[in-house]
């Protein structure tokens, strides 16, 4: 029952957003500098939104797609996810430090909503806050066959008792309300890349590793 409605829910999803696609299409033609700076951008989160609709209906089941992996220039990925979460916002400023020649071998649509994911967690631990300035930070580097992608932030970091079930489903939520999915998706993408996701001990906010290694040949 619970995969029908699941199904349904999906399928009135996918001609919502196809409808969207066609709008933004529409969009994309007009000659006004600001449209056609922020037009692809829109049309490439729809596609992917899209996209991961239809796979969701074609395999019909909990696990994920496996990653359809390529190599490519991490930064403009990050600089993606963070202008599709609204970053910079007033009071968080949003830090990439990834050269731009890094790259890496991974399913790039999978690393978005592995990055989104977390990259939201920390917006919402920061807008509950009471600082008036705050940062989430991405940073990376290779190191020998595999890509070490941190993502920081100077919030109040996650309660004991959150860390217990911090990547189980329904279990780590962080926050009054939520479910914890967010981190339970993030790891199963993240091990699908024979990779590793864990929390650093900092004295202050949180800090996400993700360590994704190349392909073995």
């Known amino acids: 029952a619970l995969g029908l409605a699941m199904s349904k829910i999906n399928h009135d999803l996918r001609n919502m957003l196809a409808n969207a ?3 933004s299409d529409r969009l994309a033609t007009l000659p006004d500098p600001t449209v056609q700076r922020f037009a692809p951008k829109l049309i490439a989160s729809l596609d992917r939104a899209i996209s991961f609709c239809n796979s969701t209906l074609h395999y019909g089941r909990a ?16 600089h993606e996810v963070g ?3 609204g970053l910079p916002r007033a009071q968080i400023t949003f830090v990439v430090r990834i050269a731009e020649d890094l790259e890496i071998d991974a399913d790039g649509d999978h690393l978005f909503r592995i990055m989104t994911n977390i990259i ?29 992608l ?41 091990h699908a890349h024979g990779g590793r996701i864990s929390l650093r001990d900092t004295p202050h906010g949180a800090t996400f590793d993700i360590d994704i290694p190349d392909p073995v040949e």
């Open 63 to 78: 696990e994920e797609e496996s990653p359809r992996r390529a190599r490519f220039h991490l930064a403009p990925l990050v």
């Open 150 to 190: 941190s993502i920081s932030d100077d919030g109040p970091g996650i309660p004991t008792k959150a860390r217990e079930h911090l990547f189980q489903a329904f279990k780590g939520s962080t926050r009054k309300g939520g479910i914890g999915l967010g981190l339970a998706i993030a790891q199963e993408l993240v």
């Open 83 to 85: 202008e599709g979460l």
């Open 120 to 148: 939201r967690n920390s917006i919402q631990a920061l807008e509950a806050g009471e600082k008036p300035r705050n940062a989430i930070t991405v940073s990376a580097q290779r190191e020998g066959a595999a890509v070490r």
């Open 21 to 23: 696609q066609l709008i």
